[in-house]
């Protein structure tokens, strides 16, 4: 059973340029809540499975874990969120998508930081979009075919 969390409900803003011909930059960006909650609940975590020399399971004080793993829970929970914005910007915005998205300008750079909202963008491969011809007043011929039983066998 997958648990959802509030990080999902909350708006992403998702910005759609056009990259080249069958290409889009998404620029998303999740608000400073999303992240801090997200970061919250990783640590969270984090601090009830922990286990560090001198302390009991889950009993290790907040800012060890923090200076100890921070980094790692920084990296993951980015991550995490950058994997739900995308793929709840593609849906809600019915990107039609061919192929993985490929990290967009800045996106090695986008830090995730507490109280700060988190910018990304990637490019994507999509569905070429264009419209067939319509066939009212062509004619289209067939030809008549008979066979006879003799020439079926």
């Given at each position: 059973?997958t ?14 340029d056009?990259?080249g011909?069958a290409?889009k930059?998404l ?16 640590m ?5 499975e922990?286990?560090?020399?001198g302390f ?7 800012n060890?874990i ?5 980094t790692?829970?920084?990296?993951e929970?980015?991550?995490?969120l950058i ?6 910007a593609?849906e809600e915005?019915k ?15 986008a ?6 909202p988190?910018t ?8 070429p ?5 319509t066939?009212?007043?062509?004619e289209s ?11 079926v066998?």
């Amino acid at each position: 059973m997958t648990e959802m969390t509030a990080t999902q409900d909350v708006a992403h803003e998702v910005k759609i340029d056009e990259a080249g011909p069958a290409r889009k930059r998404l620029t998303i960006t999740i608000p400073a809540e999303a992240v801090d909650e997200r970061l919250e609940e990783s640590m969270a975590t984090l601090a009830h499975e922990a286990q560090i020399p001198g302390f009991r399971k889950g009993k290790a004080p907040r800012n060890l874990i923090e200076k100890r793993f921070g980094t790692t829970v920084r990296s993951e929970a980015r991550n995490q969120l950058i994997a739900d914005a995308y793929s709840k910007a593609i849906e809600e915005h019915k990107v039609r998508v061919v192929g993985e998205p490929e990290p967009g300008e800045g996106f090695d750079d986008a830090k995730l930081e507490p109280g700060k909202p988190l910018t990304f963008a990637v490019e994507v491969e999509t569905v070429p979009e264009f419209e067939l011809p319509t066939r009212e007043g062509k004619e289209s011929k067939r030809r008549d075919v008979n066979k006879t039983e003799e020439q079926v066998k």
